[in-house]
Every structure is written in C-alpha cells, then in structure tokens.
C-alpha cells in the first residue's frame, strides 16, 4: 500500500524523493511526508491528504538543502490520516527519523515497554515505536545499520523500515519482511523504494531483496544483511520498461491509458510462449512434467480482481485438462485448514505479487507441501520468489488503481497455463492446443474492435451517470465478467452494483429489479445454445419488471435484439475467451460514469494499489 523513496547521492534529496513519491501515488494512500538529513540535525514535514499538501507546506517554509532523505505516502491502518500519524516518525530525542510500509503486530507490548522506560509517543501509530527503538540503539552506540538488524529482529508482522539518523548524514538503512522494497543503483548514488517506479526516471538497475534482509545505501554502493548482521545476497535485475511508460500518453487517466493498452499488454504477454518445435513454453516452472502428471487437484486463490480472473481459469482448466479445479479467496484459504497434498497445484494470482494475504496463503500451501503457481505482473515480487514456478503477465506498469490490463492479462496467462498443463498431461491434441493459441492470439484485434467503438459505450456512462444501482448478469464464463463489471463500478463511481449467475435471479436477486433500473446482460456465444438460450430467459424476466436492459452479444446474435433496450455488440470469439473482450466494454464504462461525476479515476477513495497488510 504505502509508497517508501529513499535517496543518498549527489543531487537535492527534496525533488528526488517528492517526485519518487508522486510516482507511487498510484498505490493509494491518505497522507505523505519526508524527511531530510541536514548538518547533523533532521529536517521533517507531513502533511494529511494528497501529496499536494506536503508540496505546499514545503514551498510556503522550505525545508534545507540534504542529499540525503525520505519520504513516504501512508494509507492508514493504526491511527486516523491526520498530520500527527503521518509519517515520518521520529525517535525521543529527533535524531532518527523513520518512514514504514505493514503492520508490526507486537507494537503494543513495545510500546508499553518504551513508555515505561519514560519515552514519549504522540502518535496513534506502530511505526513511532520503531522509530524510538532504532533511536535508542543507536544513542546506545550502534550504528544505524546494527540498530536496524536489532529492531528488525524482535519485530512480529510484515513491514518495510527506511530510516536516517541525523548523525550518520550520508546513509539509509532499511529493513524488509513481507513487504515490498526494491534498491536503484545508480552512479554515485542509490535508491530505495516500494516500487521501481519510484526511481525508473535515474537508473533501470535494481536488486530484489529477499525475505528478512536489511540493506544499507551510500554513495559508494549497497551493502545487503540478514537480521542477525550475516552477509546477504540480492539478486540484480534490469527494469525493461522505462518513465514513458508511466505517463499519460495523452489520456486524462492511467486507467483510461491502461484500458487501451490491452492489445499491446495481451499481445506481449503472449511473446516467446513457443519452443522451436511449436510447444508450449511458460518463464520459470521449476516444476518438473512428471509432477504436473500427478497433479490431481489445481486450487487456485486470488483476492479482488485477480480472484474473478480465478474463475474463469476454473472453467478452461477443467475444460482443457479434466483436473478438479477450487477457486479460494486468498483471505480465507488458510483459516478454512484446507486439504492438500504433494499432488495439489496451488495457483496464486497477483498484480503486484507482494498481496498480503496471497503471500501467506502460499506460505501455509508450501508448508503443507503443495506444489504452487505464481502468476504475476512485477518481476522479482515476492510471490514469485517464493512459488515453485511463475508465469510473468508481462502487460508492463499499470498505474490506476483498478486494474484493467492487469486483469486481461493474467486471463492470457491462466489459459496458458490450463493448455500447458493440457500438453503435459495430455489431454488435448497438440493441433487443438494450437488452434486455442492462434484464437487467443487474434483477441488484441478483438479488443481493438471494441475499443474503436468506446464513444458509444461513453455516451451510454453518461446517460446513466445519475443511477443509483446497478446490476450485471451473467452465465458460464460470463458469470466472472458480470462480477468484475461490477467490481469496477463500486471501485471507480461509489456506485451500488452487483453482478449474480443469471440462473441465479429466481432465488432473490430479482428482488432488487425495479422500473429503469440498469442491468448488464453478458450473453454467451451462440455456439453454447443452451446457455444462450437460458440467458435470453433471464433478460426477459428483469425487462419484464421494468429493468433496462444493456446486451452484450456477439455480432450475428439476432436472437437478443428485440430484449436489449441497449446493445453492445462484442467480436466473435471462442466461449472461453469471450471474457476478454466482454470486459472491456464494461471498464470503459465505469472509466467514463466516474469522470463524469468529477470522481478522481486513478485513485478512488479508501482504496490501495496493492493490499501488502492482512
């Protein structure tokens, strides 16, 4: 969630780490702050609210001249988002300063045992307690570096800790367990920050720091630790995408720019999926095919968006493979005591691949000896380093907080993933997997037909832009799409909206159908005739009660054309598939209803980028 910079190096650390924090403003937050090393003594500011108001506050009184500094956007999990709980945080006596992305579990008892010692913490937060204790180590006489190993150490929970200590002014030190934090390597300089975004502007060079590291950053270099002080190795890494591809490029939101970049982002997740002889290939499976062939069960757990792609998976992996597949919320997964086994493929969806609660229900998997699947979009995250395998999205930065490319991009790579298991296993003909391959490979065009005709899908949002609710439906494959439909129209309008199984309207939802009440219809392809037939039924029963009635069908369905007061109409594709291009109508729509309500797109209210804490 929260965004952490940090900067040592010959350039003014103010602009680096403001500008390194407007940069992660995408992962939600509701306040920001920094913190400057200066002449032996700290130079700090904070401010509630967007990043905006800490700029003010350090224009209207500058803060001095540092190379050295960092700064942090909050999202509030102890204590209201006020100046107070902003960070940074610092020590009794100000000479630490502290920023901190998580939640440290055992504060409370540490903060008894601090007050007790006689210090004063007037803030509401468990990061004020770290930063006393660092401070208190290092006026003890440890170095910043060793006071942080001793504080990371008798820490509980999932945090990032990035400090400077007045007296030391040419260094930052960090701390990392459960929580995302990268370093940039530059020349003469170094970085640290929750995401390559951060720094992308000065260097492309990074190292991805394992689980229960800290790191320490001059101007000569990085020095990289256990907690117990024991050398430690950081694996380095190139960033292939550069600032450009953080931009607007012209649109008015990340998200709307994300929303059209789909057939670029699914056309180069596709790249390189082929061996010379016209197999299938996936990144990194470290997982042998004698084991895949004894995979008897796939549980597969997402949370948010990454969960209704889930679903879908549910419907190609067993269609493909004939393997039992389960769909878990990752909140749920672990407290429910599930059953598994050597034989069970534990697939986790994530974007960012730091999602707290995916991390540890992958954790409690391996414990139980499961084999586990990543699939996600963030190189060297640490859900992939920590699964036994991982197929990379590749759909590049997505900034805007909803995810839509994202979202497009890990169906590819679940059908990817339920066809190689198809090849390994056997279970499908080496022509039919291809074919599926070539008919996913043609869906950017798909895509692009939806995208040309955007206008139509904008003047319906704001047509509509004044509705109260509004309800998705869906069947079979479609069912996801009507979930995500809705997902995206409570994340970016604050709108009430549902989306429910179409089979399901008889048993209640039907109740909340009134006169002009909107409601989407994701109509299954012809060839499924039952199906489509059955999801006919249901938009007459909702245009029976006065619902208005926005059908999303194929060209050549001429069946719904007398039940849609609106119709979309959607490239034809394979069922399977059609969730990549009925989403995209769906995105768009609540992209335009939100901006037409004046509503901040990118960033909506309450909500993060990427949820690092349970």
Known sequence: MCGIVGYVGPQQA?????????????RGYDSAGIALVDGGRLATDKRAGKLANLEKAVADTPLPASTTGIGHTRWATHGAPNDRNAHPHVGQDGRVALVHNGIIENFAALRAELEEAGHDLCSETDTEVAAHLLE???AGGASLTEAMQHVAARLEGAFTLVAVDADDPDRVVAARRNSPLVVGLGEGENFLASDVAAFIEHTREALELGQDQVVTITREGVTVTDFHGSPAEAKPYHVDWDLSAAEKGGYDWFMRKEIFEQPTAIADTLLGRHDKAGALQLDEIRISEEELREVDKVIIIASG????AGLV?????????????EVELASEF???DPILTRDTLVVAISQSGETADTLMAIRHAREQRAKVLAICNTNGSTIPRESDAVIYTHAGPEIGVASTKGYTTQLVACYLLGLYLAQVRGTRFGDEIAQVVHEISRTPEKIQQVLDGAEEIYELARELAGSRSVLFLGRHAGYPVALEGALKLKELAYIHAEGFAAGELKHGPIALVEEGLPVFCVVPPQGRDQLHDKMVSGIQEVRARGARTIVLAEEGDEGVTSYADVLVRLPKVPTLLQPLVAIVPLQLFACELATHKGLDVDQPRNLAKSV???
């Open 334 to 336: 672990r407290y429910r």
């Open 612 to 614: 690092t804490v349970e």
């Open 14 to 26: 103010q602009g680096i780490v403001i500008e390194g924090l407007r940069r992660l403003e995408y």
């Open 305 to 308: 968006t990454s969960f209704y």
């Open 313 to 325: 998976a549910k419907y190609a992996i067993e269609h493909w493979t004939r393997i039992a597949c």
């Open 136 to 138: 208190r180590e290092v």
